[in-house]
């Protein structure tokens, strides 16, 4: 499979940094400059026409053999949204009642009921640009261009009317009477908050920023519990495991480190880094159960690096690597065996590992997408013989796109491939994948903004 040079799949956190130092020429403006020029008044989403993939004359679900040597997956695009003022979605966080949120570069978060998707009202901040966006129970935390989380409670989202009420800031605004909020402003993070995790347990929120440190907070009273220097980059993604408490961060240093706290104390220790190639990481995802813990990261040459953790040890020892995207990885999510990843070179793959080894295979290639796949959710659907996912997506294309994926067993599906037309079509889509004209002329001229 062709793959392209070190230097065209540079980092995206540095490409998002020379735009801020571009020539005035209006061509080398940066991607969100050009986007600040376009004015609009509209802020919301409209139904736009789902590109998705050729379709049988019987069914609207798409056979994986057209794409890839795989006949184990069904997918099928149902909704394709697209924003009318052309701004690029950054986050999405769904829920398991049915209910998704997604955050792009405005001030507000747009609510989503399915399975029809239909739009279920909003939510309003006060600062733009929702970099990061995630949920759990009735809670939604959400990042904004101020540097600071807010926490939600979004316990009446099936109702009719739409509610949603602010519970907190963090850190909130420091006063002379509020002690506990000055010593928390004096650590607020220096540079976006690029993403968020939080650990059930003990109701530990994780917030990592493009200013190399990663913030603690324990959510019962909005207190900084912790604060440390966790790379010599950009912190672009964080995990936890849930089992045990460890986390998981990944930069644009190139590198993946694992962290620990000691019971009944707040400072984390660094237990090991992983760095197997020098190109800059930029999502994680952690697949855990009784039997395993696969630790997946995306990096900016296209690879999907993998780690096994051992049950004796508790080591994480490198597994192999995923090959198939042309271009940066940007979004992993990873939900039972499967593994869904997102690119800039406008795909989300869909891979599968073997029970009981390191083997993945690439079950699907959806490409509806005409620009970098920026973000994912998945929520399991059905979980019997036949599994079935609900997949979100959304990117620089302005869209958001809601899938259906079946993954059937692998005994007795029995395929008609054709052969040669299915290596000349595999052969077609690696070497032409459709991307948007406007896009590649923005990635030419380098002045695109992928972060």
Not at 256 to 282: C, D, E, Y
Not at 373 to 399: I, K, N, P, W
């Amino acid at each position: 499979m062709e793959h392209y040079s070190k230097k065209s799949l540079c980092s995206f956190i540095d490409e998002e940094k020379k735009t801020t130092t571009q020539s005035p020429i209006h061509h080398h403006l940066s991607y969100k400059t050009i986007q600040e020029k376009m004015t609009s008044q509209y802020d919301h989403f409209a139904p736009a026409t789902p590109h998705t993939p050729p379709r049988s004359p019987d069914s609207p679900w798409t056979l994986s053999p057209f794409q890839t040597p795989s006949p184990s997956l069904l997918h099928h695009c149902v909704t394709s949204l697209q924003r009318r003022d052309g701004g690029s979605i950054y986050s999405i966080a769904a829920t398991w009642g049915g209910i998704v949120f997604t955050g792009s570069d405005t001030c507000r978060i747009r609510v989503w009921r399915q399975p029809d998707c239909t739009e279920h009202g909003y939510i309003k901040a006060g600062s733009g640009e929702i970099r990061a966006m995630l949920a759990h129970g009735n809670t939604l935390f959400t990042t904004h261009a101020d540097r600071r989380v807010r926490v939600w409670n979004v316990a009446n989202y099936n109702s009719d009317v739409f509610r949603p009420k602010k519970v907190t800031t963090l850190p909130q605004k420091p006063s002379f009477l509020n002690f506990t909020a000055v010593a928390n402003h004096q650590k607020k993070h220096k540079d976006c908050i690029s993403c968020l995790a939080y650990y059930h347990a003990e109701g530990l929120l994780y917030t990592g920023s493009w200013d190399k440190n990663v913030n603690t907070w324990r959510v019962s009273d909005n207190r900084l519990v912790d604060s440390f220097l966790a790379h010599e980059d950009s912190v672009n993604a964080i995990v936890v495991n849930q089992d045990d408490g460890c986390v998981f961060t990944c930069s644009s240093d190139g590198t993946v480190k694992i962290w620990r706290r000691v019971a009944g104390q707040n400072p984390h220790t660094l237990t090991m880094t992983l760095k197997f190639q020098p190109s800059p990481v930029n999502a994680l995802s952690l697949s855990a159960s009784a039997a395993s813990c696969f630790l997946y990261s995306g990096s900016s040459d296209g690879f999907i690096n993998f780690w096994e953790k051992e049950k004796i040890t508790s080591r994480f020892n490198h597994g192999g690597f995923l090959q198939g995207h042309r271009f940066a990885v940007l979004c992993l999510v990873a939900t039972e065996k499967l593994v869904f990843s997102g690119s800039e070179d406008t795909t989300i793959r869909v891979w599968r590992r073997e029970e009981g080894s390191c083997f993945h295979e690439c079950l699907a290639v959806l490409d509806a997408h005409r620009g970098p796949v920026r973000c994912l959710a998945a929520v399991l659907e059905v979980e019997r013989v036949v599994m079935g996912f609900v997949v979100y997506s959304a990117g620089l294309d302005q869209t958001f796109k809601v899938w259906r994926v079946k993954v059937l067993p692998e005994e007795g599906v029995v395929v008609e491939r054709g052969g040669e037309h299915l290596k000349r079509k595999i052969m077609e889509y690696e070497v032409s994948p459709v991307l948007s004209p406007s896009w590649v002329e923005k990635k030419l001229q380098g002045s695109h903004s992928f972060h």
